[in-house]
């Protein structure tokens, strides 16, 4: 299946997966996507995927997704260069992973999200199990890239600059103002300094299909949480069970602690004979994550405003679950 007829190589590609890690990521970057890709051929996208950077089809990209999006830049140029820098990342592809959710758990420290009753349970259930991976991750010396990152990098370092840049001043809020994040939350808490500090657990062979079925309770759960305190009918909600038990701030602390210092450890900061993190120093590496020019989310790429849309269709007739799930601002 080529590309649609609207759409060129070197346009963006954005999907919605039908997962609760993929609905959960629309959710809390109040977004109607949840992966980005680039086209780099008639009908091959590339992306980063947890192997690393690779190809693919077109249609095999549609697989699991109910909505596709086609932007392309706003000014249009010759993609050339932005194709060359894919391609030299492509060249490089072990060196870089992505599993969405490393995403989720950023996103669930960094805006500020809803939190019902079982939603902190939610948080540490998430990172945790990205903690894990970002261990796997060190492990094999590969370093987080997030998939939409690939594609802000390849027009970001493309030269001449202009007008491959994207201007991401278009950010989502998800959460009323005033409401602070959980990442600020934690370094005010008074009990911080005495949080253990605790080492990830590689997971081996990561298995996301393992991962999305043991997260499926607690996402379906909050989401629908989410959407009741929104007055979002129960038809247009994630089925999901009673609301689990909250972890204890200290078991909060220590999870969100030990996701920092996976983080520090992937991104290759870490070296023999270092002095380990302070429970401070791992929360701001998660804030110095998130704060990073190139971490750019799925729904950056769909709000910005050097992209326009070309193409927008429904995969199997699927229609949209998570508009007004947020209030976005």
Same mark, same amino acid.
């Given at each position: ?48 995927? @947890? ?43 072990? /060196? ?27 948080? &540490? ?65 008074? /009990?911080?300094? &005495? ?14 299909? @393992? ?112 508009? @007004?799930?947020?209030?976005? &601002?």
């Amino acid at each position: 299946m080529p590309l649609p007829s609207e759409l060129r190589t070197g346009d963006v590609v954005l999907t919605r997966g039908t997962g609760h890690i993929s609905r959960a990521i629309c959710l809390l970057d109040g977004s109607e996507v949840s992966h980005a890709a680039l086209a780099i051929g008639p009908d091959t996208l590339a992306e980063a995927v @947890g192997e690393g950077l690779h190809t693919l089809t077109y249609a095999k990209a549609l697989d699991e997704h109910d909505l596709v999006v086609g932007r392309t830049l706003t000014h249009p140029a010759d993609m050339a260069p932005v194709l060359d820098v894919a391609q030299r990342y492509l060249g490089s592809r072990h /060196a870089y992973a992505h599993q969405q959710i490393v995403l989720l758990a950023v996103l669930a420290l960094t805006r500020r999200i809803p939190l019902p009753p079982g939603g902190k349970h939610m948080v &540490r259930a998430v990172l945790d199990r990205a903690a894990g991976v970002l261990n796997t991750m060190a492990e094999r010396g590969q370093q987080p890239m997030i998939c939409s990152e690939f594609v802000y990098r390849c027009h970001t370092e493309a030269r001449p600059a202009p007008p491959y840049a994207l201007d991401l001043r278009m950010r989502a809020a998800t959460a009323p103002a005033g409401e602070e994040t959980l990442l600020r939350w934690a370094e005010g808490h008074p /009990a911080l300094p &005495r949080v253990p500090l605790k080492a990830p657990t590689a997971l081996g062979a990561y298995d996301p299909v @393992g991962a999305e079925a043991a997260l499926a309770p607690v996402l379906s759960s909050y989401n629908a949480a989410v959407g009741k305190a929104n007055g979002i009918p129960a038809a247009q909600r994630l089925p999901g069970v009673g609301a689990p038990t909250d972890p204890s701030d200290e078991e909060l602390l220590a999870s969100m602690t030990a996701f920092g210092t996976a983080l520090h450890q992937a991104a290759g900061a870490d070296s023999d004979g270092a002095e380990p993190l302070t429970p401070h120093q791992a929360l701001e590496r998660i804030r110095v994550t998130e704060a990073e020019p190139n971490f750019v989310t799925p729904g950056d790429l769909l709000r910005t405003l050097s992209l326009t849309e070309k193409y927008r269709a429904p995969i199997g007739g699927a229609a949209s679950v998570t508009s @007004g799930l947020l209030d976005p &601002r």
